[in-house]
């Protein structure tokens, strides 16, 4: 019997890049079935159990059969219990017509590009970023536009790039905003939004505003800072007058409530943008479970405390992380102002190995030792931006963190298996 003739995929399919933490992921899972001991800090995942409140509810909405269809927008109640979250957090007055359910909010980005842009459009990106940031614009055949985030400006956006790109920039449509931000943990202040906002108002450009860590925000030493709401520091950019319209601003349960499973997020913005969305989950996904919303929704009534020792508990982590790597020749390393990411610089070890960023890092798993393991990530997994950098998430247990310090430092001198490595990885070697 003859084969059948392949059918080309896509020019778009051909190209498409992934999340690269879910490929090491699964090199990571690989070796530790093989019998390494592999300490992983590559995915962004919660080390701890969903809230309480989160696995009582689901648990009920099965028993009582809440295992059917539901509107493409989201329950109602949910909507409502995010809305009235969001004023109770923020100040925002907004209602369940300002709400949109989704899977995470990953799915966000494709749903806020296919709402907003046209073939040649153009996008700010504030660059190391999220890596599937560019799939989503070019599936739109948006282009992006990138303004580096520096570690010595504590990785906050460059406003003066942004007002480059609204001023020049002939096709400029749209930016996309992670505050706090992943990988690097910079965090924009409420100054740098007002900047933003008042260089976007009114103007033919759209923000899509990623805060899946709006919990995660960690004020600097010094006398206490007034809470921007029971959940943390964090500044919404719908806090900002006069841009409701121009926003798309999204949220996950994955961070604040350890709910990555669930694949449990939401959007804010007008009724007018939040309605198109609703039709785009209504014909790529139908509606989320109502099972998980129902959970979302009684964890947001009921689980603050929990969530908020929670954070304290990251904070903890990350400020441990960060002592280690300080103690290290040929790593700077500042506390981040937000997640449960740290991003080290370590290009005098790159440098010194003649090793690109990830292939120090897939080296650390791969290649440092027969038995043992690191996996994180190498910066250039956010875009050239990153290179030179890793970022480790704190997503093991203290002793753990400390372990994978030490391990760092220890096989970085290994030249020898360095060395090794890069000959059967070439595509790793410095140039």
């Known amino acids: 019997m003859t084969a059948a003739a392949a059918v080309p995929l896509s020019q778009f399919a051909r190209g498409l890049s992934t999340e690269t933490a ?21 995915i962004g995942d919660s080390p701890f159990n969903s809230t309480h409140s989160a696995l009582d509810a689901g648990v009920q909405a099965i028993k009582s059969n809440q295992t059917h269809y539901c509107p493409s927008l989201g329950l109602v109640s949910f909507r409502e219990t995010v809305a009235a979250n969001y004023k109770k957090e923020y100040g925002i007055d907004i209602g369940a017509a300002n709400v949109v359910v989704g899977p995470g909010a990953k799915v966000f980005e494709q749903f806020f590009c296919e709402a907003f842009l046209d073939p040649g459009d153009a996008v700010l990106v504030f660059s190391p970023h999220f890596p599937t940031y560019g799939p989503n614009i070019e599936r739109r055949g948006g282009r992006m536009v990138f303004s580096s985030l520096t570690q010595e400006r504590q990785f906050r956006p460059n406003l003066d790039d942004v007002a480059r790109f609204v001023k020049s920039e002939p096709k400029a449509k749209a930016i996309f905003l992670n505050s706090p931000h992943n990988p690097t943990g910079g965090v924009a202040t409420a100054d740098d939004l007002k900047g933003l906002a008042d260089l976007i108002r009114g103007k033919n450009i759209a923000v899509f505003s990623d805060e899946p860590y709006n919990h995660m925000v960690w004020p600097p030493p010094g006398p206490p800072l007034p809470r921007g709401g029971p959940g943390g520091w964090h500044h919404p950019l719908l806090a900002q007058p006069g841009i409701l319209d121009q926003v798309v601003a999204c949220y996950t349960f994955s961070k604040s409530y350890s709910m990555s499973g669930w694949r449990l997020g939401y959007a804010v913005s007008s009724p007018r943008i939040i309605d198109s969305i609703g039709k785009m989950i209504n014909t790529a996904l139908s509606c989320v479970p109502p099972i998980v919303q129902l959970a979302g929704e009684a964890a947001l009534k009921n689980d603050d405390t929990e969530r908020d020792e929670v954070m304290q508990r990251f904070k903890k982590k990350v400020e441990l992380l960060v002592s280690e790597l300080k103690k290290l020749d040929g790593v700077t390393v500042i506390m981040p102002a937000g997640t449960f990411y740290v991003f080290p610089n370590v290009q005098p070890i790159c440098r010194k190995l003649g090793i690109t960023s990830h292939g120090l890092a897939m080296y650390l798993l791969e290649g440092a030792d027969d038995k043992k393991g690191v996996a994180c990530l190498g910066g ?39 060395q090794t490595y890069l000959e059967g990885h070439a595509k790793y070697r410095l140039q």
């Open 22 to 42: 879910f490929d090491v992921l699964a090199v990571a899972k690989q070796l530790k079935a093989q019998g390494k001991d592999v300490i992983e800090l590559q």
């Open 380 to 418: 250039e997994c956010f875009g050239p931006a990153g290179q030179g950098f890793l970022r480790f998430s704190c997503a093991e247990p203290d002793d753990r963190l400390v372990q994978a310090v030490a391990f760092l430092k220890d096989t970085i001198t290994r030249t020898e298996r360095v």
